[in-house]
């Protein structure tokens, strides 16, 4: 009895031990994510918030040295200059130089495009995605679903033109776009954009069907759907987070797209918005702080598209979550 | 209520392998019939084919009068229970029973009623509201039975459903389906691997191998009355007992010879086999076709050594060696043998079963179904 109590002491000793041990090393665990996370944030969010800082500072506190991250004089005239571009009189290159006589910025004649090079940016992207999901989606259902011939070879020249470089087919795409007489309008955009992405938008959405067990799709098809009534009632709400992936993906590609858009859009008929950023940033005398402020504009739009679609991430993994 | 027909039916799959071979088989309006079989036997591909959910390589499929060999499963009006259960994760369980009601656009008042109705018998009425992911093993079978109920539909296929459920609970899901099909009066076609619940759920019974039909028949045909080596192995637990030996023809009647054994076959075996003294049989005693209790005679006894006692609760099972062979039994449990003791047992001489050791086949019940 008592060697029996001095045993377990001991072994309680060395049970305490380990809890403490064990905290440690949770202790440690915390702190070196949290450690990781803020280096990531800043590293992630910092140019991020210099570009919307700067963007309402002058020409002269820009340049300053320590940069300024809290503006000291905060001036709203980059953005006044672009959303009311069009009712002010012409700025030229002989007129230019009485604009902000304090830091000699320089506002250009082509703000007024930028909100239209937007609203060209966001159709693009609205129809490059909207198109990806109507063909990408039954595609996809019948890549992973049916057996059909060939299937597998169908599924390896989907990829491999995924393989080829954007830069090697700038210039069959422009002859093409050029002979379908397609110069400078949003469609050359969307054609070739589909081109790009909807090989992953297929990849993506195969391999999130093929996980999804084939005795669902038997089920729904003995209860009374067609194949593409069981896509549409048991499929695509199951896969709400890859189609959600799929969503952001070709939005963020289309409104990134810089290359293909150079080649084939040559007036603010179709010019995107990163064709017109670029020109600013080619122009040296052009106010660094109007070149922010329309940066921080270009961003806008992705960010509200991530954070309406976060959401539904979110509620899409819960409910794979649930799957039986 | 259908019938369903297979004439010659064959299915080849994509990558060539043969799966059913030349099915012939009629399912009669409201029967109970249970495809039994081996894991890839092609049990599942058959019930497929009749649920469309395969199509038919060559031969026809017939429901009542009508050829279905290329008509998609909506157009059946069959439902299915799978394995898996297959219930949608994203629709409640009142969803997932009303789904295939709402496929066919049937009025709410009228979905409403019925999966009410099922969810009332199948007792889950509490459980309408939650999601098939936080339901146990158990009540997602129910689920998954309800919606098949609920279509009333003219055949019910049910492809393994109980085996993913516990031993207790197989058991009493195995009386409720076969309520279910008292009361559905509608044709059930139903694939299991499991014997036991073959022989008592089943009408009918057809035991498939690698694709080809071994037996249809009743469970008492397809227990008593195998027509092959395969259908009396895969029934009856501990499987049959199996003795290579020689007919001998005496004083009008024929024995089984095997060294020191000497078994009298019945009149019926013996009628079969007049003429054939000298001939190589095998012999097949079932596990329970043995008494220790009953005094042997010269014309039953079994004498052999105890190797092994396994009591099982109710019965035990006794392992026997005999003439360099392993013998499994069932007996009482109030009998105690000891391993290395001598036994003699009693063989049931009216339930012998004799085979052909080179074509497998019984030399007792060849006529019908044994192709
Ligand atoms: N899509 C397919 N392509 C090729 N072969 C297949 C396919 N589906 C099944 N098979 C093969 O056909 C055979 C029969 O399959 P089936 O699913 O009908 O077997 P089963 O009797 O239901 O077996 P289990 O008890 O394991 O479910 C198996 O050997 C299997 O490998
Ligand atoms: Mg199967």
Redesign the pocket.
């Known amino acids: 009895m008592d060697t029996a109590i001095q045993v377990s002491e001991q072994s309680r000793r060395d049970a305490e031990g380990y809890r403490r041990a064990r905290l440690r090393a949770l202790w440690v665990r915390r702190m070196v994510i949290f450690v990781s996370a803020v280096v990531l944030s800043i590293y992630v969010l910092a140019p991020v918030v210099w570009l919307v800082s700067s963007s309402v500072q002058t020409e002269a506190e820009i340049t300053s040295v320590p940069p300024h991250w809290i503006p000291e004089e905060p001036t709203l005239q980059n953005y006044r200059a672009i959303f009311s571009a069009t009712e002010e009189e012409e700025i030229t290159y002989e007129n230019r130089s009485g604009v902000d006589p304090v830091s000699g910025g320089f506002i250009p004649s082509t703000a007024k495009s930028l909100l239209p090079a937007m609203g060209n940016s966001f159709i693009v992207a609205c129809a490059v995605v909207v198109l990806n999901l109507l063909v990408g989606v039954p595609a996809a259902y019948a890549i992973a679903k049916i057996?059909f011939m060939a299937r597998n070879a169908s599924v390896y020249f989907i990829l491999t033109t995924r393989v080829i470089p954007d830069i090697a087919l700038v210039v069959p795409f422009f002859l093409m776009i050029k002979n379908l007489g397609l110069l400078d309008t949003l469609s050359s955009l969307i054609i070739t954009y589909l081109a790009v992405t909807v090989p992953f938008t297929v990849f993506i959405l195969v391999q999130y069907f093929e996980g999804l067990p084939d005795e669902l799709d038997k089920a729904a098809r003995v209860d009374g759907c067609s194949r593409f009534q069981a896509l549409i009632h048991v499929y695509l709400p199951l896969s709400l987070p890859s189609l959600v992936a799929v969503v952001l993906f070709t939005f963020l590609t289309s409104w990134n797209e810089f290359l293909l858009a150079l080649m084939f859009t040559q007036t603010e008929a179709s010019q995107t918005l990163p064709i017109l950023l670029a020109a600013f940033t080619s122009d040296f005398t052009i106010s660094f702080s109007f070149i922010n402020a329309a940066g921080v504009l270009a961003i806008v739009p992705p960010v509200i598209v991530a954070i309406v679609f976060e959401r539904y991430i979110v509620s899409g993994l819960t409910a794979g979550a649930v799957k039986g | 209520m259908a019938r369903i027909q297979f004439n010659k039916v064959n299915k080849r799959?994509?990558?060539g392998?043969h799966?059913v071979k030349d099915l012939n088989l009629e399912i009669r309006d409201k029967e109970f019939l249970v495809l039994l079989?081996?894991?890839?036997?092609?049990?599942?591909?058959?019930l497929?084919m009749i649920a469309g959910l395969e199509e038919v390589s060559d031969g026809e499929l017939l429901f009542d009068d009508r050829i279905v060999n290329d008509a998609p499963p909506h157009k059946r009006d069959v439902a299915m229970v799978f394995?898996s259960y297959a219930l949608y994760p994203h629709k409640s369980v009142y969803e997932n029973i009303g789904f295939g009601l709402r496929m066919r656009r049937m009025d709410k008042a009228e979905i409403d009623r019925r999966v009410r109705d099922a969810a009332t018998r199948l007792e889950i009425t509490h459980l309408l509201d939650s999601r098939p992911g936080n339901l146990s093993g158990g009540q997602r079978q129910r689920v998954a039975l309800g919606r098949a109920m609920v279509r009333e539909p003219a055949v019910f296929l049910m492809?393994?459903p109980l085996s993913n459920l516990d031993a207790a609970l197989r058991i009493s899901m195995r009386a409720e389906i076969k309520e279910l099909h008292r009361t559905m009066q509608t044709t059930f076609v139903f694939?299991t691997?499991d014997q036991a619940e073959a022989l008592t759920l089943a009408d009918r019974i057809v035991v498939?191998r690698d694709?080809v039909v071994q037996q249809i028949g009743t469970p008492d045909d397809i227990y008593e009355r195998p027509r092959n080596t395969f259908v009396a192995s895969f029934l009856g637990s501990p499987p049959i007992n199996y003795l290579d030996g020689q007919i001998d023809t005496v004083d009008g009647g024929s024995l089984f010879r095997r060294g020191d054994l000497s078994l009298r076959l019945p009149p019926h075996v013996a009628e079969r086999l007049a003429g054939q003294g000298g001939r190589h049989v095998t012999l097949g005693i079932r596990a329970e076709d043995v008494d220790e209790r009953h005094q042997a005679g010269a014309d039953n006894l079994l004498r052999a050594r105890v190797k092994s006692v396994l009591p099982i609760g109710s019965d035990q099972y006794l392992g026997v060696h005999f003439d360099k062979q392993e013998l499994y039994f069932r007996v009482g449990k109030d009998l105690a043998h000891k391993p290395g003791e001598t036994v003699d047992l009693a063989v049931d001489l009216s339930r012998l079963h004799v085979f052909d050791p080179e074509t497998s086949r019984s030399l007792i019940w060849e006529d019908g179904a044994a192709q």
């Open positions: 057996r | 799959y994509a990558n392998f799966a079989g081996p894991s890839g036997c092609g049990k599942s591909t058959t497929n394995q492809d393994e694939v691997h498939m694709g």
